[in-house]
């Protein structure tokens, strides 16, 4: 039986029809084309109207396959393909030409564009004749899920669907949970007590009966896909047993090791061999630092055991793994900051009183080195005038394009702390002001009333070398005020560099683990940037936070409660619907060469060992064709992007080009003389 | 068959190894002359292409037809043979794909001409004589066939029934063609007698995950007996090329050439072959990827259309007249 083609083409009021002859287009198709039973064209095909008149034809005309010729199919190629399914028709028969932004918007000459057009109509309906009917499968979720990351996003995220009656496990990294904001004095702008506003939080994931706080771990493994993960998490030797660790801290009383904290502390205080990131930290079990533990390091020592009133200490303790099987996975990975020292004209590490901004939060953190004193690298001297740089290793092409939208508002947080708790001048050397939410305007001009001086420049250097009398002893920041037009000298006593925040060093390790990509900085790339911001690419992938981008604790918090809904939404219904434009390995072509193992950046890809094939979890498959491309022994095909199927589509396309079913010979030869 | 089939073989624009590998099934040979009568074989028996014109058409059972179209009268002979053949088979690498004859579509007739019948140093030619297609001497006129510019597969010149892969096919393949053609046990016309899967899957190496930071040439290193050959860095076409050797080659440690042509239902080996490594080379600065393609593979088409050129899709290097413009293509009266 001869396909029956109805060909639709969209005016999209004057986006196509304004450049293309969509009249012309439309009855040019019906014409000449083969298999093209109705061809028409109508103002506005996404309209209710627009899908009515496919539906009524397939019904009235008996068709078999559907051309629409209108946007991008990633705007409404759902709309069509439900249209056509509304009418009984599999809506994989449906396929669409962009005519909008593949012709209209892209093409100068309207005569062009009308042939173009005709171009992309006939390749369109020579595939559509080609196509097979798909049906999407169905698969169960689990209502188990796992957070990754245990900073506030990961802790709204865990709670939100603790809260809601299921199940969560909770992998930190760290010792304990609470991220970034637990090292943080303030928040801005409302200046509550970071820890304070935390901790119940944290408190709350420890005791949650819904929530296992898998903390001091990482996760070693992922497959399967959504609904049905299976994940292998590595709980790291604590060499403390919990079971049995009341947390009374003796232990790190008697610890006679002490050594620089380079994380809590951001190498600013210090810390026992064996510790607590900080006092409140969740879980309240200690850990041993092999690497600065005297009796790891000599074989001797042992206090924190024989102090010990519960005999918690384990020393022959190993790392452990965790097998669990989740629905739904959420990354809140966080973000690092930038090393300071990339940038030598400011002097971090080598002028001792260049603070980084995560270092001034320790200094005025009460429960920091100093007590909350903001004081000077000697530890006893009051600065008289500080200086905070903007935008360090941020809206600098050499190091990182992206703006850290946090910095801006944390430099006027900490000039009201320097002007609150020291009374010091305090200099803010900005790129442009960007006090962006709700009340962050009002907390810029309460600085300015505050005293606190702006001057609009990058700074060129920090020196400790006294060019001018008053600059001795002193830092002297070289500066020109663009305002003003004139380079500046001003000397100060302490200086904070607002250093970028950047991806997580292994972001990219992490993703390829989880099959999610990131940015070329280093950001997990999210679904859709306006409207699928917690979504992946991966079903089942969530991510919430600074892992995604650079933001602030209230838009990390509300990204980990996107995160859990969407979340939720999936556990309510139940199950999911997968997409069956997927790939396939035919076994009996399969060599198992294993050229596509490493390829398909979903790991939907798994090499069975006794068979000697590989094989495709469909579930897994987004049907992006890299295997099929791939695959050298041609073994490996892409449902809806058969071979047939695109030469089909390129044949039409040069319809005007190609004479018959060949190509045109390559050269005429002569007619071949009797030998 | 009630009685004896009638069998002829040809040869076109080949090395004479597939011949020879007819004659590698040995003593089953006497099997297929107690089957068929053999009419017309003019590498073994005496023969005149007269006689198979007089022939009716239709009236041979079986014909192998080894070697590419080169000449006109190569492409006069492969439509006598269809003519005349109830079942036409290309024999062999060059018929089905035009194998080291194909490699001539890398360069042009004039180029060919001018190496042959000029440049090479033990050619003696003052006074730059070419063959002509016509020649008159005293006696009459001498006809010579004209040397077309373009290779071509001999199912690009006529219709064929079969295909039989391979430079040559292995006797055993050959055996097994023979029998399934006796026993009239053949798959669809037009299909390969072959298996549908890699070298690869007959390959005793271990194999594991591909990535592949340097291509190595195979006098560079002595490979490991165990490990992939491509895992160490060897261009092994194994991965592509239609399994039914035995992985002959990579077994004793040499890389598959890719003698057995593509896998079923690829049309173009080389495309394959690049598209597989390019993917798993393991890098991502380009200019990096650019020196190991360089560096590691500096003939490709040598090494990828070593076999398969004329079939591939391109066939050919570009001619002036199709855009091309080192080539200089030479008119049919200057040659």
């Known amino acids: 039986m001869a396909e029956r083609v109805g060909v639709y083409i969209c005016h999209c009021g004057s986006n196509i029809a304004g450049k293309v002859d969509v009249e012309n287009v439309s009855q040019w198709a019906g014409e000449e084309l083969?298999?093209?039973?109705?061809?028409?064209?109508?103002?506005?095909?996404?309209?209710?109207?627009?899908?009515?008149?496919?539906?009524?034809?397939?019904?009235?005309?008996g068709l078999t396959r559907v051309v629409v010729g209108a946007c991008s199919p990633h705007l409404h190629e759902k709309t069509f393909r439900k249209a056509c399914s509304n009418a009984g028709l599999n809506p994989y028969l449906c396929q669409m030409a962009s005519l909008r932004e593949q012709v209209s918007w892209v093409t100068e000459d309207e005569t062009l564009a009308t042939a173009k057009s005709k171009a992309m109509i006939s390749g369109a309906?020579?595939?559509?004749?080609l196509h097979e009917e798909l049906e999407p499968t169905e698969v169960p979720v689990n209502p188990h899920s796992l957070v990754v990351g245990g900073g506030i996003a990961g802790i709204q995220t865990a709670l939100e669907l603790a809260n809601s009656g299921n199940p969560v496990f909770l992998v930190e990294r760290e010792p304990s949970i609470g991220g970034h904001m637990a090292q943080f004095d303030k928040t801005f702008p409302t200046l509550d007590c970071s820890a304070c506003i935390l901790t119940p939080n944290m408190s709350d994931v420890s005791s949650h009966p819904n929530i296992t706080l898998l903390a001091y771990s990482e996760v070693e493994d992922v497959s399967g896909f959504i609904g049905n993960f299976h994940v292998r998490i590595r709980k790291k030797a604590r060499y403390v047993i919990e079971e049995d660790c009341t947390g009374c801290g003796i232990c790190i009383e008697k610890c006679p090791k002490k050594v620089?904290?380079?994380?809590?502390?951001?190498?600013?205080?210090?810390?026992?061999?064996?510790?607590?990131?900080?006092?409140?930290?969740?879980?309240?079990?200690?850990?041993?630092d092999t690497e600065s533990c005297i009796y790891f390091d000599r074989g001797t020592c042992k206090a924190c055991e024989k102090f010990c009133p519960t005999n918690a200490i384990d020393f022959e303790q190993k790392d452990t793994y965790i097998d669990i099987d989740v629905g739904n996975i959420i990354l809140a990975t966080g973000y690092d900051t930038f090393d300071s020292r990339k940038i030598p004209q400011y002097g971090y590490g080598r002028l001792a009183n260049v603070f980084t901004s995560l270092e001034f939060e320790r200094l005025c953190n009460a429960s920091g080195p100093t007590d909350g004193k903001i004081l000077l690298r000697d530890g006893v001297t009051t600065p008289k005038s500080v200086a905070i740089i903007h935008c360090v290793g941020s809206r600098d092409t050499r190091f990182n394009a992206h703006c850290s939208a946090v910095c801006c508002m944390s430099a006027l947080k900490f000039g009201h702390l320097v002007i609150e708790k020291t009374g010091a001048e305090v200099h803010s050397f900005y790129t442009?002001?960007?006090?962006?939410?709700?009340?962050y305007e009002e907390f810029y001009h309460r600085l300015l009333e505050e005293g606190m001086h702006f001057t609009r420049g990058r700074v060129a250097e920090v020196t400790d070398a006294a060019r001018q009398p008053g600059e001795e002893g002193k830092l002297i920041i070289q500066v020109e005020d663009t305002l003003i037009g004139r380079q500046r000298r001003i000397p100060v006593d302490m200086v904070i560099l607002m250093t970028a925040l950047e991806p997580k060093p292994d972001a990219r390790e992490v993703g390829l683990k989880f099959g999610i990509s990131c940015s070329m900085a280093g950001w997990f790339t999210e679904r859709h940037p306006k409207l699928d911001p917690v979504a992946t690419m991966t079903d089942g992938i969530f991510i919430a936070g600074a892992c995604q981008g650079p933001k602030d604790i209230p838009a990390s918090v509300s990204q980990g409660a996107a995160a859990a809904a969407r979340v939720l939404g999936m556990i309510m219904k139940g199950a999911v619907e997968i997409e069956p434009v997927v790939a396939t390995i035919h076994e009996e072509r399969c060599s198992g060469c294993?050229?596509?193992?490493?390829?398909?950046?979903?790991?939907?890809?798994?090499?069975?060992?006794d068979k000697m094939v590989s094989v495709i979890n469909q579930a897994l498959c987004k049907g992006c064709g890299t295997c099929v491309a791939a695959c050298p022994a041609q073994a490996i095909s892409g449902a809806h992007y058969s071979n047939d199927q695109i030469f089909a589509e390129i044949e039409g396309l040069l319809f005007d080009v190609v004479q018959g079913n060949g190509s045109k010979p390559v050269v005429e030869e002569p007619e071949a003389v009797p030998a | 068959m009630s009685e004896k089939g009638v069998l002829a073989l040809y040869w076109a624009a080949s090395c004479g190894g597939c011949e020879i590998a007819v004659l590698g099934i040995n003593e089953k040979i006497l099997d297929v002359a107690a089957a068929f009568d053999i009419v017309f074989w003019p590498c073994v028996l005496d023969g005149k292409v007269r006689d198979i014109e007089k022939m009716d058409d239709k009236s041979i059972d079986l014909c192998f037809f080894n070697g590419a179209i080169r000449t006109s009268e190569q492409e006069y002979m492969a439509r006598l043979m269809r003519q005349k053949s109830k079942?036409?088979?290309?024999?062999?690498?060059?018929?089905?794909?035009?194998?080291?004859?194909?490699?001539?579509?890398?360069?042009?007739?004039?180029?060919?001409?001018?190496?042959?019948?000029?440049?090479?140093p033990s050619t003696v030619n003052p006074d730059g004589i070419r063959p002509q297609t016509e020649t008159e001497v005293a006696e009459g006129t001498l006809y010579l066939p004209f040397f077309y510019e373009t290779v071509k597969t001999l199912g690009q010149t006529v219709d064929v029934d079969y295909y039989l892969p391979g430079c040559p096919p292995e006797p055993e393949r050959i055996w097994d063609a023979i029998v399934a053609i006796l026993e009239n046990k053949l798959p669809a016309p037009g299909s390969v007698i072959g298996a549908e899967t890699t070298v690869c899957d007959e390959c005793p190496r271990t194999r594991d995950e591909k990535k592949i930071k340097e291509f190595k040439r195979t006098w560079e290193i002595i490979p490991d007996s165990d490990i992939c050959l491509l895992e160490q860095g060897l261009v092994c076409c194994g991965i592509a090329t239609r399994a039914g050797c035995g992985a002959l080659c990579p077994t004793v440690g040499s890389p598959c050439i890719g003698c057995y042509g593509p896998n079923e239902g690829v049309d173009d080996f080389g495309a394959r072959m690049m598209t597989a490594l390019a993917s798993v080379i393991d890098s991502d600065d380009p200019e990096e990827i650019d020196?190991?393609?360089?560096?590691?593979?500096?003939?490709?088409i040598g090494t990828f259309y070593r076999f398969s050129l004329a079939h591939s899709e391109l066939r050919r290097i570009a001619l002036p007249a199709n855009g091309g413009s080192d080539a200089k293509l030479e008119t049919a009266e200057s040659a």
């Open chain 1, 34 to 61: 083969d298999n093209v039973v109705v061809s028409r064209d109508y103002e506005f095909m996404c309209s209710s109207l627009g899908q009515e008149l496919i539906e009524e034809d397939i019904k009235n005309e």
């Open chain 1, 125 to 129: 309906v020579k595939r559509v004749l």
């Open chain 1, 260 to 288: 620089l904290d380079n994380v809590f502390e951001a190498g600013i205080g210090y810390r026992k061999s064996i510790y607590r990131p900080f006092p409140q930290a969740v879980p309240k079990y200690p850990v041993i």
């Open chain 1, 432 to 439: 442009d002001m960007r006090p962006t939410f709700k009340d």
């Open chain 1, 594 to 609: 294993r050229i596509c193992n490493t390829l398909c950046p979903f790991n939907a890809i798994d090499y069975v060992e």
């Open chain 2, 87 to 120: 079942v036409l088979v290309a024999f062999g690498s060059c018929a089905q794909e035009g194998c080291i004859p194909g490699l001539a579509n890398a360069t042009t007739k004039e180029a060919i001409f001018q190496t042959s019948y000029h440049d090479t």
């Open chain 2, 291 to 300: 020196r190991i393609i360089h560096e590691g593979i500096p003939d490709p």
